[in-house]
Nanobody, 124 residues
Framework: QVRLVASGGGLGQAGGSLTLSCAASGPSSNYYTLGWFRQAPGKEREFVAAISWTSSDSWYTDSVKGRFVISRDNAKNTIYLHMDRLKPEDTAVYYC?????????????????WGQGTQVTVSS
């Protein structure tokens, strides 16, 4: 069983930066990809970014390209989401997830494991 623990959320200002972390425990053979989703109040959970656990591949949703960077530290079994040039519309609960697909889909239903979520609030 894979367990994911997200941290690093909080209050940020528009134009500022925040970095999220997600520590994974359990057999890494159970997943190929780790990623981040977010869910704003009244909206569906949406894909933000993902990174391969074994290659240099990464993926981003269009609205965060050029502002967010996903990275990983295999030795620590941790992924990070560095969020730069924050916007109020980035406000959401951010969830990390792990999936068994080498090329991830953007549908939350396709991911196998989920962390507990961390709140990010961006003030204007």
């Amino acid at each position: 069983q894979v367990r994911l623990v997200a941290s690093g959320g909080g209050l940020g200002q528009a134009g500022g930066s925040l970095t999220l972390s997600c520590a994974a425990s359990g057999p890494s053979s159970n997943y190929y990809t780790l990623g981040w989703f977010r869910q704003a109040p009244g909206k569906e959970r949406e894909f933000v970014a993902a990174i391969s656990w074994t290659s240099s591949d990464s993926w981003y949703t269009d609205s965060v390209k050029g502002r967010f960077v996903i990275s990983r530290d295999n030795a620590k079994n941790t992924i990070y989401l560095h969020m730069d040039r924050l916007k109020p519309e980035d406000t959401a609960v951010y969830y990390c997830a792990a999936g068994s697909e080498a090329i991830p889909t953007r549908s939350p239903a396709a991911w196998d494991y989920w962390g507990q979520g961390t709140q990010v609030t961006v003030s204007s």
